[in-house]
């Protein structure tokens, strides 16, 4: 308890702001620094961790470590018997936060959604024009296209209007990217013409307030005392503290300098499980770690050549030496616990012979060079990329091919892989819906193009096939739809995926109430420190 005495002072002191030690704060050690605070503009857990887990709400919400649904900022909702229209009735007497750069005069209200979507929907927003910025998640899934209209109907009645049914439009409004931004907020922004501030210093009805934030170092947040769910804010302090080396985090967690850590190393487990101050809590992983394939770069626009990168890949070895009994072979882009997982699908034998043989008949007998992207930091579905990135590296040296390792700060190696500057990344996904569009739809739709779809892949019979599953409520039409999905992706091998992990989250006994998220974020709403 003194190590965490003096931890949380160090970062009270950092933060230059006053707090005093009590069983009501916890510090979190966190694997990176979010790219902002902006849940609409992000697309990764490191972000929304530090957001729309935190300072935000949705209209609708997950059940804390579950994948149904519950009421949010909506108290009820309804659906036209033709599956267009949904209408919202919004929870009274919710305030946003009053910080030391906003004072909110009013309650929310449908103004404040009316304006969160519709600054994702018209690039000609007031607020859009001022502070031009993309939302990828809300376009990789279609909603730019398909929401027809958002009205205000009255001051706590908002009405979504779309073009086709979206089967999985109530989980998609809980995601993260649809936080409800406040239009008061942004109104007092545009007139001091600071924009951008809404990214960096945000304003949510969360049940964790925004007070600052120290790159690579820390995020501190203070507790809502006005959160419209009292029971569910039981800390005065949360305090992100940035350490990107998994080594660090545990040492960190040993020493009490903090209460929870993410993405321990698998090798660390057995000795946190031994642990009797330690509980580390375990979840099936929900997720898959894979490799994007470029399609738009030569040679990676070839069939054969992603067939016999794909088959060089020596999986079961990297699954020992990356996930040391915490992970499965991956098969599909998406895990075998989504519904509408097909399980008749294999990956191709690993064979070095019939992999050479293909990139000899593909015009490449002496090999090719490429850039193989590794991920610069611990993600549920990759405990390690660079490691993995070195043994694929050594796979396809058998093969002739040279792959360059390359890397970045992890906001901008998502950037840049957005624009499409890899040959081939080591990626991954943690579901966010229960929804197979989630995978499919969020990962290789079109659409997607210039968002999450890093293999840059638009192929007119996939898309036929998961806008269609999309576009029916009818379990069986839409499980048919993406089994046959599924089979076009692997004969295609636009990815090769590796694996799916156990999400494992060490947790100091002092702490009540933390749960696992089925979609890997942290949440530490209805959290409390024992003294």
Same mark, same amino acid.
């Given at each position: 308890?003194?190590?965490?005495?003096k931890?949380?002072?160090?970062?009270?002191l950092?933060a230059?702001?006053?707090?005093?030690?009590?069983?009501?704060?916890l510090?979190?050690?966190?694997?990176?620094? %979010?790219?902002g605070?902006?849940?609409?503009?992000?697309?990764?857990?490191?972000?929304?961790?530090a957001?729309?887990?935190?300072?935000? #709400?949705?209209?609708?919400q997950?059940?804390?470590?579950?994948?149904?649904?519950?009421?949010?900022?909506?108290?009820?909702?309804?659906?036209?018997?033709?599956?267009?229209?949904?209408?919202?009735?919004?929870?009274?007497?919710?305030?946003?936060?009053?910080?030391?750069?906003?004072?909110?005069?009013?309650?929310?209200? +449908?103004?404040?959604?009316?304006?969160?979507?519709?600054?994702?929907?018209?690039?000609?927003?007031?607020?859009?024009?001022?502070y031009?910025?993309?939302?990828?998640?809300?376009?990789?899934?279609?909603?730019?296209d398909?929401?027809?209209s958002?009205?205000?109907?009255?001051?706590?009645?908002?009405?979504?209007?779309?073009?086709?049914?979206?089967?999985?439009?109530?989980?998609?409004?809980?995601?993260?990217?649809?936080?409800?931004?406040?239009?008061?907020?942004?109104?007092?922004?545009?007139?001091?013409?600071?924009p951008?501030q809404?990214?960096?210093?945000?304003?949510?009805?969360?049940?964790?307030?925004?007070?600052?934030?120290?790159?690579d170092?820390?995020?501190?947040?203070?507790?809502?005392?006005q $959160?419209?769910?009292?029971?569910?804010?039981?800390?005065?302090?949360?305090?992100?503290?940035?350490?990107?080396?998994?080594?660090?985090?545990y040492?960190?967690?040993?020493?009490?300098?903090?209460?929870?850590?993410?993405? %321990?190393?698998?090798?660390?487990l057995?000795?946190?499980?031994?642990?009797?101050?330690?509980?580390?809590?375990?979840?099936?992983?929900?997720?898959?770690? $894979?490799?994007?394939?470029?399609?738009?770069?030569?040679?990676l626009?070839k069939?054969?050549?992603?067939?016999a990168?794909?088959?060089?890949?020596n999986?079961?070895?990297?699954?020992?030496?990356?996930?040391?009994?915490?992970?499965?072979?991956a098969?599909?882009?998406?895990? %075998?616990?989504?519904?509408?997982?097909?399980?008749?699908?294999?990956?191709?034998?690993?064979?070095?012979?019939?992999?050479?043989a293909?990139?000899?008949?593909?015009?490449?007998?002496?090999?090719? #060079?490429?850039?193989?992207?590794?991920m610069?930091?611990?993600?549920? $579905?990759?405990?390690?990329?660079?490691?993995?990135?070195?043994?694929?590296?050594?796979?396809?040296?058998?093969?002739g091919?040279?792959?360059?390792?390359?890397?970045?700060?992890?906001?901008?190696?998502?950037?840049?892989?957005?624009?499409?500057?890899?040959?081939?990344?080591?990626?991954?996904w943690?579901?966010?819906?229960?929804?197979?569009? #989630?995978?499919?739809?969020?990962?290789?739709?079109?659409?997607?193009?210039?968002?999450?779809?890093?293999?840059?892949?638009?192929?007119?019979?996939?898309?036929?096939?998961?806008?269609?599953?999309?576009?029916?409520?009818?379990? +069986?039409?839409?499980t048919?739809? $993406?089994?046959?999905?599924?089979?076009?992706?692997?004969?295609?091998?636009?990815?090769s995926?590796i694996?799916?992990?156990?999400? #494992?989250?060490?947790?100091?006994?002092?702490?009540?109430?933390f749960?696992?998220?089925?979609?890997?974020?942290?949440?530490?709403?209805?959290?409390?420190v024992?003294?």
């Amino acid at each position: 308890m003194y190590n965490a005495t003096k931890a949380l002072l160090a970062a009270c002191l950092l933060a230059a702001v006053s707090c005093v030690w009590s069983a009501g704060n916890l510090i979190f050690c966190s694997e990176g620094s %979010p790219s902002g605070f902006d849940p609409g503009q992000y697309l990764t857990g490191t972000d929304f961790d530090a957001s729309a887990e935190t300072v935000f #709400n949705r209209l609708v919400q997950f059940q804390r470590g579950s994948t149904l649904i519950e009421p949010g900022l909506a108290t009820a909702w309804s659906v036209s018997p033709d599956g267009l229209v949904y209408t919202f009735t919004l929870r009274p007497g919710v305030r946003f936060h009053t910080t030391s750069y906003f004072r909110p005069t009013r309650d929310f209200n +449908a103004d404040d959604v009316v304006f969160t979507f519709q600054r994702m929907l018209d690039s000609n927003n007031a607020f859009r024009r001022a502070y031009p910025t993309d939302f990828p998640y809300f376009n990789d899934l279609g909603l730019k296209d398909n929401i027809a209209s958002v009205e205000k109907i009255d001051p706590l009645t908002v009405r979504f209007t779309l073009h086709a049914i979206d089967a999985a439009f109530l989980q998609d409004l809980a995601m993260s990217f649809a936080s409800i931004q406040s239009a008061e907020y942004a109104n007092q922004l545009l007139k001091q013409g600071k924009p951008q501030q809404i990214n960096a210093l945000p304003v949510g009805t969360g049940p964790f307030v925004f007070k600052r934030y120290q790159k690579d170092t820390l995020i501190r947040f203070v507790g809502n005392k006005q $959160y419209w769910k009292p029971g569910e804010v039981k800390l005065d302090n949360l305090i992100f503290a940035i350490t990107p080396d998994a080594s660090v985090r545990y040492q960190k967690l040993l020493a009490g300098e903090c209460q929870i850590s993410a993405y %321990p190393r698998p090798g660390d487990l057995a000795l946190m499980q031994a642990d009797p101050q330690l509980h580390v809590m375990s979840l099936p992983g929900f997720n898959v770690g $894979y490799l994007a394939y470029n399609v738009l770069h030569s040679p990676l626009d070839k069939l054969a050549v992603r067939q016999a990168l794909d088959m060089s890949i020596n999986r079961r070895v990297i699954l020992k030496a990356i996930y040391q009994g915490a992970g499965q072979i991956a098969v599909n882009p998406m895990p %075998p616990t989504q519904w509408a997982y097909n399980a008749t699908l294999k990956n191709a034998p690993y064979d070095v012979a019939r992999a050479k043989a293909l990139l000899i008949k593909a015009g490449y007998p002496d090999g090719f #060079n490429l850039t193989l992207w590794a991920m610069p930091v611990q993600r549920p $579905y990759n405990p390690n990329a660079r490691l993995m990135a070195e043994m694929i590296q050594s796979d396809w040296a058998r093969i002739g091919v040279r792959a360059r390792i390359m890397s970045f700060e992890w906001g901008e190696y998502i950037k840049r892989a957005k624009a499409g500057e890899h040959d081939a990344l080591l990626i991954g996904w943690n579901g966010d819906n229960a929804d197979p569009d #989630n995978w499919l739809g969020s990962l290789f739709s079109c659409e997607a193009m210039n968002g999450n779809n890093f293999s840059k892949w638009c192929y007119p019979p996939f898309e036929d096939l998961i806008q269609s599953a999309k576009r029916t409520t009818d379990i +069986a039409l839409r499980t048919r739809d $993406y089994m046959k999905a599924q089979e076009i992706i692997k004969a295609q091998v636009v990815v090769s995926p590796i694996a799916h992990s156990t999400f #494992n989250v060490p947790v100091s006994r002092r702490v009540v109430g933390f749960k696992i998220s089925p979609f890997g974020l942290n949440s530490f709403y209805g959290v409390s420190v024992k003294p």
